[in-house]
């Protein structure tokens, strides 16, 4: 059975809402990169738009633009993957408990700070009434989200899902992730970031498909760089592909020397045949940034073209026929996806 992207669309921070590459500017507030978002009240009613956060409405309109490229009427099932779910609403309601002392809150921005308000509110707007999903697993919740769309779509009843990565940044959200330590060895490189991808994913394929998706896979635990090896060398063989069929690697490199070291070893040993580029720089580091490397990668295989400033050590031939896309985080979770053309 084949898993296709037949539509997508992804909002980052440097307007790519309506399918267009990354441009060379995007939206930097000084502390993360800040999502470039459309015309909400273009695609959601006026009433329902003021009620709604700004990562809820980010979900449901890509939602919306992923369905309208692959001209999908409703979806069997919605699967989102999100690390830190609705951070401006969980501020709302800890607020107004403290305020309050805890009494007489307004249970609205309780339940709209839940990470499952996504999916649901993705629902709601859609009017679908299918299974409903979210995942929750730090850097690998898109790919789990993935995972699940793949296997629901084996399954008698379900021919289209519809799936995605988002995550915001906060103030607050900045300032705690910082206090932690997250930003501490990000010297010139990667700025933290936000984003939503959301993605059509069908079992055949339509003229609109923009890639096929081979694999997904997660690994868990620090791993020995022969361990990472061994762990990609296998998934490759699984799709009887050679190391050298790999066209364009989009690999999670942030600009933290520490880990960054995974990549560096990647690059310069198993996969120095191919070509190797970054896309965080483009969307900045949060745990769902995997989703834009989807979406990225599957614009360069139905366009053919890899975009200017991916950071590549050199330019790739055509055609490119397989991407793989690599990313961990701090050496404790992997995400693999690999994405074939057709």
Excluded at 229 to 257: F, Q, T, V
Excluded at 289 to 308: E, G, R, V, Y
């Amino acid at each position: 059975m084949g898993l296709y992207i037949n539509g997508a669309c992804a909002i980052s921070a440097r307007e790519t809402h309506f399918g267009d590459f990354p441009g060379d500017k995007g939206t930097d507030n000084g502390l993360w990169l800040k999502t470039t978002t459309p015309d909400f009240k273009q695609f959601i009613e006026a009433k329902s738009a003021r009620r709604l956060s700004r990562i809820i409405k980010m979900g449901v309109v890509s939602s919306l633009l992923a369905m309208n490229e692959a001209d999908a009427a409703m979806p069997d099932a919605i699967i989102a993957g999100t690390a830190y779910g609705c951070m401006s609403d969980t501020k709302k309601f800890l607020k107004a408990m403290i305020e309050n002392d805890g009494k007489f809150l307004n249970p609205t921005p309780f339940i709209y700070s839940t990470h499952n308000t996504l999916s649901s509110q993705v629902a709601l707007q859609l009017k679908c009434k299918g299974y409903n999903q979210t995942y929750s697993q730090n850097s690998v919740s898109f790919e789990s989200a993935l995972i699940d769309g793949q296997m629901l779509l084996t399954e008698e009843g379900f021919n289209t899902v519809l799936t995605g990565g988002i995550d915001e940044m906060t103030d607050n959200l900045y300032t705690i992730t910082k206090r932690l330590g997250l930003w501490r060895r990000l010297g010139e490189g990667v700025q933290p970031g936000e984003g939503a991808a959301f993605f059509i994913l069908e079992s055949q394929q339509t003229p609109s498909s923009l890639a096929r998706i081979l694999d997904v896979a997660t690994l868990h635990g620090a791993k020995t760089e022969t361990e990472i090896e061994n762990w990609i060398r296998e998934i490759i063989r699984k799709h009887h592909l050679e190391l050298n069929s790999l066209d364009l690697c989009l690999l999670g490199k942030n600009g933290d020397r520490t880990y960054d070291d995974v990549y560096h070893h990647l690059e310069t040993g198993l996969l120095n045949n191919s070509v190797c580029a970054a896309y965080k720089h483009i969307c900045g580091e949060y745990p769902t940034s995997s989703s834009f490397a989807c979406w990225l990668a599957a614009k360069i295989l139905k366009k053919q073209i890899i975009p200017n400033g991916l950071h590549q050590q050199r330019s790739a031939s055509t055609p490119i026929n397989n991407v793989l896309i690599y990313h961990q985080h701090r050496n404790r979770e992997h995400g693999l996806i690999l994405l074939q053309s057709c």
